[in-house]
């Protein structure tokens, strides 16, 4: 297993990665980009610590529903980058799955490169999203064939690609980018169906990245995003060439969807876990500045908190249906169930905004105007600052202080402004949850109901 110090030193690989127009070069020692480095860092050491008869946690592929719900309690400890890697194992092993008799041949490669990476002990991040240039127009009837990453030669020894990759977290952070077509293809755009594992030092790849990370030397008032940021990248392949024992999909248009979903269903149950974490958070802070401003016991304020504990409790309560429901593939993986995973990821995300409104509203305008701690450490106006900010004669200024800037942190600042857009993104967007969820509910089951409850039978005449 590596350790965070040699998980270090292994990014010092030749990589081309830049941040705010700058090339990075010392990617542990940069003053925005390095508090990411040291998150993964600590992350294999954690991975370390937890080891299993010297083996990282990482390696073990769940087989059950029970082994599946520790492994999103194992991955969600031990940091972003970690989740994301085992995100993109579980993909491809659901992938072997889901091909195994339509393109066999890709089956081999995958699992070769599963044991590469488990015994290399790497981090691996997933590129879906293309640049997407006229969204009104489907890959090969761009204006620039580059708006989506394809193809542009074949080599008897492997292809060349070109296109670029956005949104991907930590796309500087890892080693390998898991590199897939971003939605289903069809004839005449094979040279867009491409599936293949690419280093994040290969010729030709260049990361721009950019950050939520707080700019601000005291990090006391950024007390989530100060400690736990992650860059996004914007991963550009400038014709990279990708050998043939890398390659997953070369240019099988029926297949092209199946990685999407199949990532699609591990980036919705991680959104899913991180969702129902938050939602038990947001009720946290909500009742907590409600008890400092003296108003938990107004009906609304109840109401309000009521509202966000119902909301927490149903996205809770569809990720462990997704974990007890768990299904296995035929290679004997088990994956969550679909059904439970989209409906709760749909849930979450598209009734986020309103359990933030209700937050704000319970809170009060200090979210955003509150002083900075330093201010308490002020001799001339910090024993003014505590006064004023004081509720109850038993709450302390600094206290209350202290929770509106994690509101604002969390809620309505720079993290916040990504939470909010990512929680909807993350994983398809809204859209794509709503065709899953409708494809796997039973509804033949609910439409018999119905017309047996009408007295119509099962097969009534129209």
């Not at 020692?29 to 991975?47: C, E, N, R, T």
């Not at 066999?104 to 879906?128: G, N, S, V």
């Not at 005449?188 to 707080?214: F, H, L, Q, R």
């Not at 591990?266 to 907590?288: I, M, N, P, T």
């Amino acid at each position: 297993m590596m350790t965070g110090e040699e998980y270090k030193k292994s990014l010092f690989d030749g990589r081309a990665t830049y941040f705010a127009g700058e090339k990075v070069d010392d990617l542990p020692g940069h003053p925005i980009l390095g508090s990411s480095v040291q998150k993964a860092a600590d992350g294999y050491d954690w991975m370390i610590a937890h080891s299993v008869n010297g083996e990282s946690p990482l390696k073990a592929i769940p087989t059950n529903g029970e082994e599946l719900r520790q492994k999103v309690d194992l991955v969600h400890q031990s940091g972003m980058i970690s989740h994301v890697t085992y995100t993109s194992i579980m993909t491809l092993e659901t992938v072997a799955g889901r091909i195994k008799d339509t393109a066999p041949q890709y089956i081999e490669p995958m699992k070769a490169f599963i044991e590469e990476a488990q015994r290399r002990d790497i981090r691996i991040t997933q590129c879906i999203t293309d640049a997407k240039g006229d969204r009104s127009r489907p890959p090969g009837k761009q204006d620039d064939p580059d708006a989506y990453v394809h193809v542009v030669s074949r080599q008897s020894d492997g292809v060349v690609i070109r296109g670029a990759k956005l949104h991907i977290t930590g796309a500087s952070l890892g080693h390998e980018l898991m590199t897939i077509p971003t939605k289903a293809m069809k004839a005449g755009e094979e040279d867009y169906a491409i599936a293949a594992m690419i280093p994040v030092n290969a010729p030709g790849v260049k990361i721009i990245n950019t950050s939520y990370a707080p700019r601000h030397h005291d990090l006391r008032d950024f007390p989530v995003s100060g400690a736990d940021n992650y860059p996004e990248g914007f991963v550009i392949f400038d014709d990279v060439f990708v050998p043939n024992d890398r390659i997953f999909l070369n240019g099988e248009v029926s297949q092209a969807s199946v990685f999407a979903h199949s990532l699609g269903l591990w980036e919705r149950l991680g959104g899913l876990s991180g969702l129902a974490d938050g939602a038990d958070l947001l009720v946290g802070l909500a009742q907590l500045i409600a008890e400092a401003n003296g108003l938990a016991g107004e009906a609304h304020i109840k109401e309000k908190i009521s509202e966000m504990i119902i909301h927490a409790t149903v996205v809770r309560a569809c990720l462990e249906a997704c974990l007890t429901h768990a299904e296995v593939g035929p290679f004997g993986a088990a994956f969550p169930n679909e059904l439970y995973t989209n409906a709760g990821k749909y849930t979450g995300a598209a009734n986020f905004n309103l359990m933030v409104r209700h937050v704000h509203d319970i809170a009060g305008g200090a979210i955003v105007t509150a002083p900075a701690i330093a201010d308490f450490e002020n001799p001339d106006v910090g024993h003014l600052a505590r006064k004023y900010m004081a509720g109850r004669s038993d709450v302390d200024g600094e206290y209350r202080t202290r929770l509106f800037h994690t509101i604002r942190d969390l809620t309505a600042d720079a993290y916040g402004g990504w939470q909010l857009v990512t929680n909807i993104q993350a994983g398809g967007g809204l859209y794509a949850q709503r065709i899953v969820t409708r494809k796997h509910y039973d509804l033949d089951r609910a439409k018999a109901m119905a017309l047996a409850a009408a007295g119509l039978g099962e097969n009534p005449n129209h």
